[in-house]
């Protein structure tokens, strides 16, 4: 099966050279302005005949009565088919406030073979510290289903344990911000690089008018995941600021050379910067050859234009008994990638070639397999 059909690769990686601007919204996020995950323990009742007997959904059944002043025979054992115990999970938004809803997901913590069609009750769902900050109950939407016949065979499409009901939650609190403290403000790169950071504040300089020859600087790199902003202190203000803050365009420094390699679908994708170093590799009985030739291009008679050096990539593939893949110093995997794609070669023999140019160091970045 040809390298192309079983991935693609990411060849894409290749195709341009060119940085890119991109919005500072699109590359970092505010310090402290971040959602919370809040969960909880409920019930959910009115299914058809697909809940559980387990002894915690009878005791949860039992604790639920007991609220409502209805007392059960201890030796009594109720039938509660119709009921499952469900884990109920949510994110509270930054910025939310009491009154508004967000939606949550419920999903079976016990044998209920389904909850299509049932409807959660009041849960309580807490964040980290323990407090209730907001409140779940409405009829469960569920895309999964399941079928079972007398002799055991079953059909199960999706999933029928999950279901998520849409604004679901009602918040009864928010959680406190630091966004209107201090008066400054940390944006934090969603992935660290130095040269990046810099960047962002040179260009937060730029646009806002500092000098920072003359030490007035509004933005300052702190490390590599953080920069430093003077904002006003007015919330008003503040928000404004930001408004026009988050729309700026910089162009981030390139990505680090790396190659991710996912075994279990055979997905490569490799950086554009990545380069190999002299190598020989031994494997099946391919033999490709690449090397790149410097050619000079002169002006023509009339003097117009400038002498300049061109490179040439020559790619030579044989599928004689040779097992030596050859190389010359420089070349990128872009090249060794197609010379082996042309033989129709699996994605198995690729990743054992970059393995190996990995453990002999001829591999110019990093190789990650996930």
Same mark, same amino acid.
């Given at each position: 099966?040809?390298?192309?059909?079983?991935?693609?690769?990411?060849?894409m +990686?290749?195709?341009? *050279?060119?940085?890119?601007a *991109?919005?500072?919204k =699109?590359?970092?996020?505010?310090?402290?302005?971040?959602?919370?995950q809040?969960?909880?323990?409920?019930?959910?009742?009115?299914?058809?005949?697909?809940?559980?007997q387990?002894?915690?959904?009878?005791? @949860?059944?039992?604790?639920?009565?007991?609220?409502f002043?209805? @007392?059960?025979?201890?030796?009594?054992?109720p039938?509660?088919?119709?009921?499952?115990?469900?884990?109920?999970?949510?994110?509270?938004?930054?910025?939310?406030?009491?009154?508004?809803?967000? =939606?949550?997901?419920?999903?079976?913590?016990?044998?209920?073979s @389904?909850?299509?069609?049932?409807?959660?009750?009041?849960t309580?769902?807490k964040?980290?510290?323990?407090?209730?900050?907001?409140?779940?109950?409405?009829?469960?939407?569920v895309?999964?289903?399941?079928?079972?016949g007398?002799?055991?065979?079953?059909?199960?499409?999706n999933?029928?344990?999950?279901g998520r009901?849409?604004n679901?939650?009602?918040?009864?609190q928010?959680?406190?911000s630091?966004?209107?403290?201090?008066d400054?403000?940390?944006?934090?790169?969603?992935y660290? =690089?130095?040269?990046?950071a810099?960047r962002?504040?040179?260009?937060?300089?730029?646009?806002?008018? +500092?000098?920072?020859d003359?030490?007035?600087?509004?933005?300052?790199?702190?490390?590599?995941? @953080?920069?430093?902003?003077?904002?006003p202190r =007015?919330i008003?203000?503040?928000?404004?600021?930001?408004?026009?803050?988050?729309?700026? #365009?910089? #162009?981030?420094?390139?990505?680090?050379?790396?190659v991710?390699?996912?075994?279990?679908?055979g997905?490569?994708?490799?950086?554009?910067?990545?380069r190999l170093?002299?190598a020989a590799?031994?494997?099946?009985g391919?033999?490709v050859?690449?090397a790149?030739?410097?050619?000079?291009?002169?002006?023509?008679?009339?003097?117009?234009?400038?002498?300049?050096?061109?490179?040439?990539?020559?790619?030579?593939?044989?599928l004689?008994?040779s097992?030596?893949?050859?190389?010359?110093?420089?070349?990128?995997?872009?090249?060794?990638?197609?010379a082996?794609? #042309?033989?129709?070669? +699996?994605?198995?023999?690729?990743m054992?070639?970059?393995? +190996?140019l990995?453990q002999?160091?001829?591999?110019?970045?990093?190789?990650?397999?996930?």
């Open positions: 099966m040809k390298l192309w059909y079983v991935s693609l690769m990411a060849l +990686a290749f195709t341009s *050279q060119m940085a890119f *991109q919005r500072i =699109d590359v970092a996020d505010i310090q402290g302005v971040r959602s919370n809040l969960v909880g323990y409920g019930l959910v009742v009115g299914l058809p005949g697909t809940g559980e387990s002894p915690f959904t009878e005791q @949860s059944f039992r604790t639920m009565l007991s609220n002043g209805i @007392s059960l025979d201890p030796n009594t054992k039938k509660i088919k119709n009921v499952a115990a469900v884990a109920v999970h949510a994110e509270l938004p930054p910025f939310i406030k009491p009154g508004q809803t967000i =939606d949550i997901t419920v999903s079976s913590v016990g044998e209920a @389904s909850l299509r069609g049932g409807t959660l009750l009041q309580f769902l964040g980290v510290d323990g407090n209730v900050y907001a409140v779940a109950q409405g009829s469960l939407v895309s999964g289903f399941g079928a079972e007398q002799d055991g065979s079953r059909i199960v499409a999933t029928p344990t999950v009901i849409p679901g939650a009602l918040v009864e928010s959680v406190p630091g966004f209107a403290n201090g400054s403000l940390t944006l934090n790169l969603h660290p =690089d130095f040269s990046t810099k962002l504040a040179d260009t937060i300089n730029e646009r806002l008018g +500092a000098q920072p003359q030490g007035y600087v509004i933005a300052t790199p702190l490390d590599a995941a @953080s920069v430093k902003v003077s904002a =007015d008003g203000q503040r928000v404004g600021f930001l408004a026009t803050l988050e729309n700026f #365009e910089f #162009e981030p420094a390139d990505a680090p050379a790396r991710v390699i996912n075994s279990r679908t997905t490569i994708v490799i950086g554009q910067d990545v170093l002299p590799i031994t494997h099946g391919l033999t050859t690449i790149e030739n410097q050619q000079v291009s002169q002006p023509n008679a009339l003097g117009e234009g400038q002498t300049v050096v061109t490179t040439q990539s020559l790619v030579d593939v044989d004689a008994d097992r030596m893949f050859k190389f010359e110093p420089g070349i990128t995997l872009d090249q060794l990638v197609r082996v794609n #042309e033989v129709g070669a +699996a994605p198995g023999d690729l054992a070639i970059l393995e +190996a990995q002999a160091g001829a591999l110019r970045g990093e190789l990650v397999i996930i």
